[in-house]
């Protein structure tokens, strides 16, 4: 499964990198936010636009999984 880190990446830049990942790569895939709360909700606002959801990962806290479907 193909893996976006967002750690280093500013809160402004964080939709932009996602939706390059939603172009470049299939679902789903994993992008690791650290436990951040904001970061988590930037990225599942991000993939609303492309007409994808986020769910957190049962064995990770710090990684959500995008994939397609609401």
Do not use: W
Not at 17 to 24: G, Q, V, Y
Not at 31 to 45: E, F, Y
Not at 47 to 69: A, F, K, Q
């Amino acid at each position: 499964m193909k893996t976006v880190d967002l750690h280093g990446i500013k809160h402004e830049n964080v939709e932009n990198t996602i939706i390059e990942a939603c172009s470049a790569f299939d679902t789903p895939f994993l992008v690791i936010t650290g436990r951040s709360r904001p970061m988590k909700q930037l990225v599942a606002n991000a993939v609303v636009v492309m007409g994808l959801s986020v769910r957190d990962t049962i064995d990770n806290p710090g990684r959500v999984i995008v994939y397609e479907g609401r």
